[in-house]
């Protein structure tokens, strides 16, 4: 069996030596990037060779890539790299990787053009100002062969214990059995079309009930196609904790079976969860995790290879008893697994790492999103940012050094946008260039001071920082998706602030492209209705395929009541509150048992809550608070027992709408006190209009389905299992509509009251 590597992947792997050092990460962006290395190679003049492709063997290992640029006439081959601020900064291990790149791809051109010689060059662009600096150093090909030769060696040890173990977990998969024997109703078929789409290289959106088991019927067929189909990487996707817990859980089960132990899988964690010196830079200076990160680096990538399951707590075993980071243990180990379990922004995000790694190395992806209708509202926040002029205010007052300039200029500049604005909201048509220049002038000069003191600069300076650099992004991708508003409010004296947000509003021309990357991708939901609307605002390909499960429960499983005689509307709410607690009462005395009630705001709920408690003191309740910490979350739902009684009150759409597990007598219905329709505001109703000038249904879009969507969800908390048994209460007029019963599972058979 021969292994091939990319040309970044061999020299990050054999390359690296010292310490973890953050302290020098240029800012560019890819665009940026691109764009730099254009104007590279732009003034290169006539005959200059751009993006050389290029491969070699050695042993069993196949190395390939692309060289930056190659001029003849000078007989040099260049590595272009872009960055931001002080170049004479840059770590000594950061420019030895890059030395690295560069004589390994010199001695690739040297056997491909039987060159006896060559010069090569590191050619560093600042993109703030266009200045390149040039180091060269002039090789023999006997040279560039034997270093060429030396990394591979490396290398090859590695990906030979690489090989055995993929041929072993080959014959593994060829031989697996679904860890239960037998599939669930409406499993089996989930999983035979999960595996037909990754055998056609198709796109699937699967809508199934919560209670089938979607997470193994997705993940046990893309198991089976990783062989035939030679799958790289399996990536889970989930947009919460629990839907991370869901995907382990299931390659557990997997593993239990005993006929699989070369599998490996890995959860990724985001780094505040997983740093063990929070506060702390991540340099060698600043954290013991840090120092000497790459010099113990192959130990700990040794030790983590032979866990099969990579989870939090055994990562961050294998890293601490190797004493290094966990969360960067974590990145490397990415590169070395069959199965990743990660967020969304993991793959999503503009800086993903996990997309990253697969252009780079051209990885054969299989996706599982699961919870998909969630991935609608945080691609939008993935790609939107703001910016507060209040923070911009308390940072001109701190005065940092060498930034009053600037800054100034940057509150001129947006001033003048909100100037002759009257309304406190409006929206903008185009980009104000001149702030987003005067705001690049800020990034540039922080970054600055960042690589020079890193541990000096102060955090409301960092945080504005951060904020400016997504802002500064995401304005690159602005185009009719995306709105730019401007809200304004009173400030201090006679001044007015602002904020500034660029807001995706239709994420489809950045989702789709990375959906469109993969082999196959299969987004699954027990909500994905109506599918025009996902597959609008996610850009889902043509040719995707669709699939509704049949529900596995019956209608007399779950009474649905609708209750058409209250309205939930915010100008009815004090009206509805007496109805309210009366059929909460009603349907408790009728049951007594476990009961979720969903409204549609805190103060809502806190109003029913207490009148219920004043009428009915001996109904035992609990309620949602707003940011509740993971153990509140999980005291929350341990009231929840079996047998118990009494009443859990909490926000649709919350964190306990969705992704929460109550089966038989732990819940025995649900109270939902709303529609679920986002608020109408300024914003939403903006939105409205962009989703009517796109796809002629601005309501829709915007309102109905994003609300009846919560509903059904929450509603999905009731009939877990089979042999569950539950009543449901609808409790707003509008639940009678024909177009919102429309949306309605097909197994409720909802009552009229």
Not at 326 to 344: N, T
Request: proline share 5%; glycine share 8%.
């Amino acid at each position: 069996m021969s292994y091939s590597v990319a040309v970044r992947a061999l020299c990050e792997f054999t390359a690296k030596v010292g310490d973890l050092d953050l302290r020098f990460t240029p800012s560019p962006t890819a665009q940026e990037g691109i764009s730099g290395h254009r104007r590279v190679v732009a003034g290169r003049g006539e005959g200059y060779e751009a993006e050389v492709s290029l491969e070699g063997q050695y042993a069993a290992l196949q190395v390939r890539g692309r060289a930056d640029g190659y001029d003849p006439r000078l007989n040099r081959l260049e590595e272009i790299k872009t960055y931001r601020g002080d170049l004479a900064r840059q770590p000594d291990n950061h420019r030895q990787l890059h030395w690295a790149q560069a004589r390994v791809y010199g001695w690739l051109l040297c056997q491909q053009r039987q060159l006896p010689a060559l010069r090569l060059a590191l050619v560093y662009l600042n993109v703030d100002n266009d200045e390149q600096t040039l180091v060269e150093e002039q090789r023999s090909a006997q040279e560039l062969e034997q270093f060429f030769n030396a990394q591979c060696a490396i290398f090859l040890h590695w990906a030979e214990q690489q090989l055995q173990r993929q041929a072993s977990r080959n014959q593994g998969l060829q031989a697996l059995a679904f860890p239960h024997g037998q599939f669930r109703h409406g499993q089996r078929e989930l999983a035979e079309t999960v595996y037909k789409a990754v055998s056609t290289g198709r796109c699937l959106m699967a809508q199934a009930t919560t209670g089938i088991g979607k997470t193994l019927g997705t993940l046990f067929p893309l198991l089976k196609a990783m062989v035939p189909q030679q799958l790289d990487k399996i990536l889970f996707l989930s947009a919460k904790t629990p839907g991370r817990a869901l995907g382990l859980d299931a390659l557990r089960q997997v593993m239990a079976s005993g006929t699989q132990p070369a599998l490996r899988s890995l959860e990724l964690v985001a780094r505040d969860k997983s740093c063990e010196y929070p506060g702390t830079a991540c340099h060698g200076d600043a954290c013991p995790l840090a120092k000497g990160f790459y010099d113990r680096l192959p130990a700990a990538r040794q030790a983590a290879q032979a866990v099969a399951v990579l989870d939090k707590a055994a990562l961050r075993e294998v890293a601490l008893a190797h004493q290094v980071c966990p969360y960067y243990l974590g990145q490397e180990m990415a590169r070395w697994v069959d199965v990743l379990v990660a967020d969304y922004n993991y793959y999503f995000d503009q800086s993903a790492l996990l997309f990253g790694l697969a252009q780079a190395n051209q990885w054969r992806l299989a996706l599982l999103v699961d919870e998909a209708h969630n991935l609608v509202e945080r691609a939008r926040q993935m790609y939107s940012a703001s910016l507060d002029q209040g923070q911009l205010l308390a940072l001109r007052k701190l005065k940092p050094a060498g930034m009053g300039s600037a800054l100034e200029r940057l509150n001129r500049q947006w001033n003048a946008l909100h100037k002759e604005q009257l309304a406190p909201y409006r929206v903008v048509d185009g980009l104000p260039d001149t702030l987003l220049k005067a705001l690049q002038q800020c990034i540039g000069l922080i970054q600055e001071q960042l690589n020079q003191t890193p541990t000096g600069i102060d955090p409301a300076v960092l945080q504005f920082f951060f904020q400016a650099l997504q802002f500064s992004r995401v304005s690159e991708l602005f185009d009719e998706h995306f709105l730019f508003d401007i809200s304004k409010r009173p400030g201090p004296g006679k001044r007015a602030l602002s904020t500034l947000c660029l807001r995706n509003v239709v994420p489809a021309a950045l989702i789709g492209p990375r959906l469109a990357a993969a082999r196959s991708a299969t987004l699954f939901s027990a909500t994905l209705s109506p599918r025009h609307y996902y597959a609008d605002l996610l850009g889902m390909p043509a040719d995707c395929a669709w699939l509704e499960v049949a529900s596995p429960f019956a209608a007399e499983q779950l009474r649905v009541r609708v209750i058409s005689s209250v309205s939930t509307r915010y100008q009815h709410r004090e009206a509805s509150l007496a109805p309210i607690v009366e059929l909460i009462a009603e349907q408790y005395a009728q049951a007594p048992g476990n009961y979720l009630a969903f409204f549609s705001s805190f103060e809502y709920l806190q109003q029913v809550s207490s009148l219920l408690a004043a009428r009915y003191p001996a109904i035992s309740q609990w309620s949602q608070a707003p940011g509740m910490d993971e153990q509140q979350r999980q005291g929350f739902l341990e009231r929840f027992v079996a047998q118990g009684q009494g009443v859990g009150f909490a926000v649709l759409g919350g964190a306990f709408a969705e992704g929460v597990d109550l089966p038989g007598t732990r819940l025995i219905g649900a109270f939902v006190a709303t529609l679920g329709l986002p608020q109408v505001n300024p914003v939403n109703e903006q939105i409205k209009q962009r989703m009517a000038r796109l796809f002629s249904a601005g309501f829709d879009y915007t309102y109905l389905y994003p609300g009846v969507q919560k509903v059904i969800q929450a509603a999905g908390r009731v009939i877990r299992g089979s042999d569950d048994r539950g009543t449901l209460l609808l409790i707003d007029d509008r639940f009678a509509e024909a177009r919102v019963q429309r949306m309605f599972p097909a197994w409720w058979a909802p009552e009229q009251k």
